[in-house]
């Protein structure tokens, strides 16, 4: 798997961290930058390494997680192309900044990387760039928020709709034709994004089932009752 220039240009144009920059300003940061691939099941850093810099993941998958000193993984992101990932030590003006989770491809994978002391250095000479991090990592901490919400006040099978719904957040209530969410992780990572185990998901996407609100087809979740779904999630 190759990263090309173009792919990343593509990339850096429709993320909001680079939101204002110009081409040449993107130019820069590529020629700072270094394109990088890895397997399946790499680990690109552990909770704990020094803090080298962030990823720009351009093509695969990456879940970002934490292990319970029992072993039970707690994923806090799951990365898609076209997102970034740990940038909020840039900013941690602590001696010995560490990353504060894992990260570990889930396919294989193309990703960007940006040197913590080349990306500053950019910061510092155009400051407006820091404007479009501050906004997209004040989103990246509510979402974090609502996960956390979601853990702590709803069931599995409420948290599943959720996940569901925000899948297709611009289909009506009554779609003319079902839509179709299709799972681009493995279901064990999914069930650790929800804060579960695969048993407990299982039985929730049955739970859904039993209502007629999803069907299932392999890796597919049709979503056959909108409304319901909105429903048991606003009710939750």
Known sequence: MDVSPADITDAMRDHPFFGGVSTAERERLIDLGQARTAASGTILFQRGDAYRGFYLLVEGGVHVYRLSPEGRMLVLHVIRPGESFTEVPLFETDA??????????????????FPADAFLSFVDAHPRSALHMLGQMAGRLRSAVRQLDAVSLQD??????RYLVEQVPTVPDNPPTVPTV??????????AELGTVPETLSRALRTLQDKDLIRTEDADIVLTDVRGLRHLVDSA
């Open 96 to 113: 010995g900044d560490t990353y504060p989770a894992t990260a570990e491809t889930l396919t294989d994978s193309a990703l960007f990387f």
């Open 156 to 161: 599995v099978t409420e948290r599943l709709a």
């Open 182 to 191: 299709e799972l681009d992780i493995p279901k064990s990572v999914l069930a």
